[in-house]
């Protein structure tokens, strides 16, 4: 993705998380967190606060939607109070992520646009 400016949300893909157990059936609600984090730095935009509500099942398409503040006057183009985290694989203890902002006043279940 070339750009960071969005309307409404943007998809943001982030790489793969390695679990310590492959008998783990939902990735931590402390490693969702740190994929965010990690992803959003990656693109150089800072958190200020994050709050996720806890894991995800590792299940590609499931999803958990975590709140949160980013540093600056809309880093991301668009004002955004939530990130959606959506599971794209799961490969063994590899878990792969997308990252899809949603704006301020758009529904949990806005779809991203680019």
Do not use: K
């Amino acid at each position: 993705m070339s750009s960071l400016s969005w309307r409404g949300a943007a998809v943001l893909s982030v790489g793969l998380v390695l679990l310590a157990g492959c008998a783990q059936r939902d990735v931590p609600q402390a490693e969702v967190e740190r994929t965010i984090r990690d992803g959003m730095a990656d693109r150089g935009v800072e958190i200020l606060e994050l709050d996720c509500p806890g894991g995800v099942p590792m299940e590609v398409d499931a999803s958990v939607v975590c709140g949160v503040q980013l540093a600056g006057i809309d880093p991301l183009g668009t004002p955004v109070d939530r990130i959606r985290v959506v599971v794209t694989s799961v490969d063994g203890d590899q878990v792969g992520f997308r990252l899809e902002p949603i704006a301020i006043g758009a529904p949990d279940d806005a779809t991203a646009t680019g």
